[in-house]
């Protein structure tokens, strides 16, 4: 009896070894993570150069993948045309601010260039420049909106936007007036801009592994160390 319980201790040893190292040897795969950081400038009359502050990547977190910045730009303003032409004519009047984000080195990220479009009928010049009348026109007080992305996987850039515990860089934003008037050659435009941005940096990473079990691992270990504790009682019982 004492030689088939010490067997039966052996398989039940080994049933409990194997489901906690099938447990401990499961590990969460790192997921992806994500974190970002903005800044911006309000509307301000072109032309203008601003900086932008932002937190660095703190590489204690783990390892970057990309870097992507996100810019979003925004032009107010009125145009106003005059044509003097002997004759009708269309014209069009195109309202808007080129907006870049640059590195400390004043190289390009990201661009975005906003724009609003009107387009108006003239009769022939009735004699006054004043933006109106019969040969004349504004688009008002009007707004428009733009956006566009980079994302980067430049080991460079990784370099200059990270640091262990982090710490901050600055990035140039610039908007200059980009408006523009076309029909007949005797046409006089005016353009009043203002611009405004806001940038997004966002990094993304893969966090710095840590051995966890999973749930379902977890589960399986805990169901076995059961099945193994009945099955030591059933043995005790009838030995």
Known sequence: MALIMSFKDTILKKTLAALALVAVGSVTSAQAAVIS????????????????????????????????????????????????DSSATNVTLSLGSLLKLT???STTLVI????????????????????GGASGGTTGSVSASASDAFTSFNPADFALFSAAGGGKIKLG????????????GNLITQFTTFASGSAL?????????????????????FTGLGLIGAARRRARNKA
Do not use: C, H
């Open 37 to 84: 950081f903005s800044d911006s400038v309000g509307m301000t009359k072109t032309n203008w150069n601003k900086f932008l502050s932002f937190d660095k990547f703190d590489t204690k977190l783990g390892t970057l993948t990309s870097i992507t910045f996100d810019l979003s730009g925004m032009v107010q303003g009125t145009g106003n045309a005059e044509s003097m």
């Open 112 to 131: 975005t260039n906003p724009v609003f479009t009107q387009s108006f009928q003239f009769d022939e010049y009735d004699g006054a420049i004043n933006f």
């Open 201 to 221: 940096v966002r990094y993304t990473y893969e966090p710095t592994r840590t051995n966890v079990p999973e749930p379902a691992s977890l589960a399986i270990m």
């Open 173 to 184: 934003l610039g908007a200059s007036g980009n408006s523009s008037g076309s029909g007949s």
């Open 103 to 105: 590195r400390p080195d």
